[in-house]
């Protein structure tokens, strides 16, 4: 069984595979400034209650499995995850000084797809509901 996690009113497991991608894929991610932008990328989520449970930085895109609470859109966190490493990376490392107004490091969209319950298994699960509560009414049910 997954290790769901909670809020007050939601038990949750919710993972996304992210692919982000520097503007004009620059190959910016040799050497040293692929472990720092994981850093930053790890604070980030640690700031909204999120998880980066894998990451990989290849040198023109990076891949993240992300674990983000429902009460966020994946929109929302890729917004937050893109903009505001952004502006760390450009501050911090690129050591840009100043405004930092029309400065983009990543490119505009970005990749996703859920990462959940097998497909199978929530088919099997829908069909077979109806029989579940049937055989729980009458007393019908697993011990584990």
């Not at 949750?12 to 991610?29: E, L, T």
């Not at 966020?72 to 990376?89: D, H, L, W």
């Amino acid at each position: 069984m997954k290790d769901w996690r909670s809020q007050s009113h939601v038990k949750w497991d919710c993972k996304y595979h992210v692919v982000i991608v520097p503007k004009y894929r620059r190959r910016k991610f040799y050497g040293s400034l692929r472990g720092e932008i994981g850093k930053i990328l790890r604070d980030l989520c640690r700031q909204k209650d999120m998880d980066l449970v894998k990451g990989n930085a290849l040198p023109d895109h990076v891949h993240l499995l992300l674990s983000a609470p429902p009460k966020y859109s994946i929109a929302n966190t890729v917004g937050f995850s893109k903009g505001k490493s952004a502006i760390r990376i450009n501050r911090d490392l690129e050591k840009v000084k100043g405004n930092l107004y029309g400065r983009a490091f990543w490119s505009r969209g970005y990749c996703v797809s859920t990462v959940g319950l097998d497909e199978a298994m929530i088919r099997e699960y829908i069909q077979n509901q109806e029989k579940h509560e049937r055989d729980q009414e009458r007393g019908l049910f697993d011990i584990d």
